[in-house]
């Protein structure tokens, strides 16, 4: 029973951090009907601009969300306006296409520049824990979660309290109603994968301390967030966090009581599963 | 929005039997060029080049003529090299006979996997293609038994074979640049039955609107999945060159997404739906990877006095530049997809009709 609560709290750890890269995804998704299977390489640039920041100036990687956050977000802003906008009618195989182009060009300029070695930030803490009711609790990853259900909370009270989140959300309802209700949908676009883009980097700042930073890391974390939000239900930010903890949980229980080899296998099996069965998610139809 | 298609228009009288004769001479001048050339490094490209043919060819069937955008083409390119290889080493089977059980094998996974994947539509089965090739990896990666996980298989020379007389090593590169060129005569073939037949205008249909296609009482899981079974075996028989080929395998270089993305790519590129597109594709393709991978664009600014070898950008580029073909797929896809969305075929016939247009304006 301990080794079975140990695996549950360990995997909602991992599992908050995927929720963190699936709202994006599903931000994205759910105003501008786009899978950006660009996604991961976003996740990837935060990663090498919290290593940078920690190299260059020792800053600390949880630190340098506020970097990595603003930066994201702009980067995301102006993949939008100049690469996706013009796609946006465009057939949507023609927009997975352009996304899987953008995703090879950042993976493959970040080869170009810092190479495909593997790389480490060691912090104090990387493999710290600490006891709580008889668990054990790796420290980053316990830090990340504070922060991820912090940004998490924020984010839902921008999307239901403030008028430009209803805005986006009018939006992700129903484009044309929202324009012809005078909302700027090019700007809600825009936001929106920004918001997207600066979610992901800050997920990748997030797990950096735990994790080998390369080139190519993005493309698991792509799947895994398509995993997230369909599970959750495409375009739903409630489900995409309920489906980050899902799988985390479901990723760290196929690795104690499967095989820690097999454990990607029991996700893509139960994504396969949910696509089948329930291809609207968990939650129904629900839309943010 | 289908407008943009490239509707296969039917060309004028005449110009089938021009077209004909252009492809049996060009089949013909690739037959005679063993007898010619004999560097291997030539045939090596020009192997390379069959086998991106074929695969951009095979991959055209599912996702350009019946318009099933598979993103885990990779899946039966995988089974393909494994079988054949898995047949060869463990079983001591011939490979010809190997590579008929790898592409039943695909063939069946292929039918499989689409009765389950194909009651998805659009990003939905995007996304299931791609889960289904990554259970395929994750599977070979961890069955460490049969397919040596992650170390991958490393296969002793192929075994020769004997007509009567003749027999035929396969050491040299030319029993593989023939075999290339018959398997890419045949692919392309392939491609063309599939739009001139019944079977092609039913796939057609299911692209340009499955709801249409469905209400004129056309089976859609059926055809579809006709769609993905020829395409899986000629994408099988591809993988099982390669790893014929090359001689070694793992999961990390024929069972990737790389390897699916790519074969979207050639036809991407090439121009989608058409028999010529992932030809064109794949010349593009190869030959740009390969005039990077080669350095051979550092050595020309170099020789041009562009830039001086000693130089730290001379420098730099010797040292990144031959690893940077993945950076231009990249690029180049965005620049297709943006500028050009019928692949430089389309935009070829296009450039092609409007200038004609033009002509036809002035004499008037």
Same mark, same amino acid.
């Given at each position: ?67 990595? %956050? ?12 100049? %690469? ?60 990340? %979660?504070?922060? !991820?259900? !912090? ?89 995409? !966090? ?7 949980? !479901? ?19 139960? %994504? ?17 | ?39 291997? +490094?030539?045939?090596? =490209? ?16 599912? &996702? ?26 463990? +079983?001591? =089977? ?18 499989? =996997? ?86 092609? +205008? ?26 993905? &079974? ?11 060159? +390669? ?27 090439? &121009? ?24 051979? =664009? ?15 950008? &001379? ?50």
């Amino acid at each position: 029973m301990a080794l079975f609560l140990q695996s549950v709290v360990s995997g909602l750890l991992v599992g908050g951090v995927y929720a963190l890269i699936g709202i994006g995804l599903t931000l994205i998704f759910g105003v501008m009907r786009i899978i950006n299977f660009a996604h991961g390489d976003l996740l990837m640039m935060g990663m090498y601009g919290t290593w940078i920041a920690f190299t260059a100036w020792k800053l600390d990687p949880f630190l340098s969300i506020l970097l990595v %956050f603003p930066a994201l977000f702009l980067w995301g802003a102006f993949l939008q306006r100049t %690469f996706i906008n013009r796609v946006l009618g465009a057939l949507p195989q023609n927009q997975i296409l352009l996304t899987i182009g953008l995703g090879l060009v950042m993976s493959n300029t970040a080869m170009f520049l810092f190479t495909s070695d593997y790389r480490i930030l060691t912090t104090s803490y990387s493999s710290e824990s600490f006891q709580l009711a008889g668990l054990s609790l790796s420290s980053p990853l316990a830090v990340s %979660f504070v922060i !991820t259900a !912090t940004i998490t909370a924020i984010l839902y009270w921008f999307l239901m309290k403030t008028d430009t989140g209803q805005a986006i959300r009018a939006t992700a309802q129903d484009r044309d109603a929202a324009q012809l209700m005078g909302i700027n949908v090019r700007w809600m676009s825009i936001l929106s994968f920004g918001l997207g883009a600066a979610f992901a980097g800050t997920a990748g700042a997030l797990i950096s301390p735990t994790y080998y930073i390369f080139p190519q890391v993005g493309q698991p974390f792509t799947l895994k967030a398509f995993v997230v939000v369909v599970l959750g239900g495409m375009g739903s930010v409630v489900g995409a !966090t309920l489906g980050g903890l899902l799988v985390g949980v !479901t990723e760290s229980l196929a690795a104690v009581y499967i095989s820690s080899g097999l454990k990607d296998l029991v996700v893509y099996v139960v %994504f396969l599963l949910i696509l089948l069965f329930k291809p609207a998610g968990l939650l129904g139809k629900s839309r943010m | 929005m289908d407008a943009m298609r490239p509707s296969p228009s039917p060309a004028p009288r005449g110009s089938a039997r021009i077209s004909v004769a252009a492809a049996v001479a060009v089949v013909a001048a690739l037959a005679a060029v063993p007898a010619f050339v004999s560097n291997p +490094y030539a045939l090596h =490209i020009m192997i390379l080049l069959f086998l991106s043919v074929i695969m951009g060819s095979a991959w055209n069937v599912v &996702g350009g003529y019946a318009g099933q955008y598979s993103v885990g083409h990779a899946a039966y390119y995988g089974i393909g090299a494994y079988v054949t290889l898995i047949f060869m080493t463990q +079983y001591r =089977i011939m490979p010809w006979w190997g590579t008929w059980v790898a592409m039943a094998a695909a063939l069946a996974v292929a039918l499989v =996997i689409g009765s389950i994947t194909f009651r998805l539509r659009g990003p939905y089965f995007v996304l299931a293609s791609i889960a289904v090739a990554e259970v395929i990896r994750l599977t070979v990666l961890n069955w460490k038994s049969v397919t040596n996980g992650a170390e991958g298989i490393l296969s002793g020379p192929i075994p020769k074979i004997a007509f009567g007389e003749t027999t035929i090593k396969f050491i040299s590169k030319v029993p593989f640049y023939y075999v290339g060129l018959a398997m890419v005569v045949a692919t392309v073939l392939a491609n063309l039955a599939v739009q001139h037949s019944k079977l092609g +205008y039913y796939f057609q249909a299911i692209r340009e609107d499955q709801d249409a296609a469905h209400s004129l009482g056309i089976n859609l899981t059926f055809h579809k999945n006709v769609a993905l &079974g020829i395409s899986a075996v000629f994408t099988a028989l591809a993988g099982s060159y +390669y790893a014929l080929y090359v001689r070694f395998i793992d999961p990390s270089t024929v069972l990737t997404i790389d390897v699916s993305v790519q074969m979207v790519l050639i036809c991407i590129i090439g &121009g989608i739906g058409t028999v010529l597109g992932p030809v064109i594709g794949a010349l593009v393709l190869v030959a740009l990877s390969e005039t990077l991978r080669s350095n051979l =664009i550092t050595d020309v600014l170099i020789s041009i006095g562009a830039v001086s070898a000693e130089s730290r950008v &001379g420098a730099f580029l010797k040292e990144h530049l031959s690893h940077a073909h993945m950076l231009i797929y990249g690029v180049l896809v965005v620049v297709v997809i943006l500028f050009m969305p019928d692949g430089i075929l389309g935009w070829v016939r296009q450039s092609m009709r409007r200038r004609a247009l033009a002509a036809a304006g002035e004499k008037r």
